[in-house]
Antibody, heavy 120, light 106 residues
Framework: QVQLQESGPGLVEPSQTLSLTCTVS??????????WSWIRQPAGKGLEWIGR???????NYNPSLKSRVTISIDTSKSQFSLKLSSVTAADTAVYYC????????????WGQGILVTVFS | DIQMTQSPSSLSASVGDRVTITCRAS??????LNWYQQKPGKAPKLLIY???SLPSGVPSRFSGSGSGTDFTLSISSLQPEDFATYYC?????????FGGGTKVEI
């Protein structure tokens, strides 16, 4: 089973761009069985799907964040990335990367999560 | 967007109890419903997919049922390691959405 690991800054200033990377190991990021997703969770709150990318680079974003989100993939590094622009305190959350199994239609593997705080 | 509503938001139970959590979708989602378990400080873990299917390694005391708009997660005999928060999630169409969670505590 694949393993996922998030990395990136834990602090971001308001109005700046949040940038995170997810490294995939134990399996191929080019597997046609998966989309690669980002999900976030503010402290004490529920889960919000941010968006996903296919191995070919096609993307789907949550309309609530679409104007500020970019997800990209670098298959040579087995990584996919999240950029969220113009952040505010409301974007403070634990950010998870996860694999979306296309046939089974579920998030079958998750990274451990990374806390990103928007803080001036 | 498809709204997912869970009830109750929290419940108190004892080891050995049977526990039932419900999830309602704002429109029919067929059987495209997943359940996840999340323990404090940890990532969610897939518990049930396609409304009633168990991934390998998930204990058989967990079961799911339902279709259309109404779904249920049941734990037949609550174990100490089952105290956690449970989330439903619709996989019918994007944007993928989650319920608000049900915290199962002692």
């Amino acid at each position: 089973q694949v393993q996922l690991q998030e990395s990136g800054p834990g602090l971001v200033e308001p109005s700046q761009t949040l940038s995170l990377t997810c490294t995939v190991s134990g399996g191929s990021i080019t597997s046609g069985s998966y989309y690669w997703s980002w999900i976030r969770q503010p402290a004490g709150k529920g889960l919000e799907w941010i968006g996903r990318i296919s191995t070919s680079g096609s993307t789907n974003y949550n309309p609530s964040l679409k104007s500020r989100v970019t997800i990209s993939i670098d298959t040579s590094k087995s990584q996919f990335s999240l950029k969220l622009s113009s952040v505010t305190a409301a974007d403070t959350a634990v950010y998870y990367c996860a694999s979306w199994h296309i046939a089974a239609r579920n998030f079958d593997c998750w990274g451990q999560g990374i806390l990103v705080t928007v803080f001036s | 967007d498809i709204q997912m509503t869970q009830s109750p938001s929290s419940l108190s139970a004892s080891v050995g109890d049977r526990v039932t959590i419900t999830c309602r979708a704002s429109q029919s989602i067929s059987s495209y419903l997943n359940w996840y378990q999340q323990k404090p400080g940890k990532a969610p873990k897939l518990l049930i997919y396609s409304a009633s299917s168990l991934p390998s390694g998930v204990p058989s005391r967990f079961s799911g049922s339902g279709s259309g708009t109404d779904f249920t997660l049941s734990i037949s005999s609550l174990q100490p390691e089952d105290f956690a928060t449970y989330y439903c999630q619709q996989s019918y169409r994007a944007p993928l959405t989650f319920g608000g969670g049900t915290k199962v505590e002692i």
